[in-house]
C-alpha cells in the first residue's frame, strides 16, 4: 500500500533500471505490475546501467509499459558499468554524471512535454 500511495500523484516518471543477464530485474516487473493502475496515461523515463549500459533491459521495458497504457519517452540515458564502480569508489557526483548531462536534459525536457500532455488524457471528461 505504501508504494501505491506514494505514485498516485505525479505525471511521469523516471525508471532507474540496472540490466542482468540481458534482462531487466525481477523485481522491477513486480512493481511495475503493482501500479499498473496508478501508472496509466503517464509518461515514463528511462535511465539504465550496467556493462552494455542498460540498453536491453530498457527495450524490453518499453513493452511492459506500453501494455500498462504508460507513454515511454525516446530519450534514455545509458550509464556504462564503470560509472558505477566509481561512484562506490567515491568519485564525486558532479564529475561522474557530466559527461550525461545533455543527454539527461533532452530526456527531461521530453518527459515534461509528455507528461503535460497526458494530463488531457486523464481528465475524466476523457478518461476511458
Ligand atoms: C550475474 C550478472 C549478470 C549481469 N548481466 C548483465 C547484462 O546482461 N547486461 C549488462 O549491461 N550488465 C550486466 N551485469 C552488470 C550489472 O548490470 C552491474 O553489475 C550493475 O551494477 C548491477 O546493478 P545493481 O548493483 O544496482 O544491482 C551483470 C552482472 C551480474 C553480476
Redesign the pocket.
Known sequence: MKLRRQTTSPDGFIIIA?????GYTAVLKNALDYVAHEWRDKAVGFVG??????SRAIEQLRGVVVELQMAPIRYAVHMP?EV?MAGNKGTPESELFSAFDERAGGMLDQLIAWSKALKTLRMPTNAA
Not at 18 to 22: F, L, R, T, V, W
Open positions: 540496472a540490466e542482468y543477464n540481458h546501467y550496467g556493462s552494455a549500459l542498460g558499468f558505477v
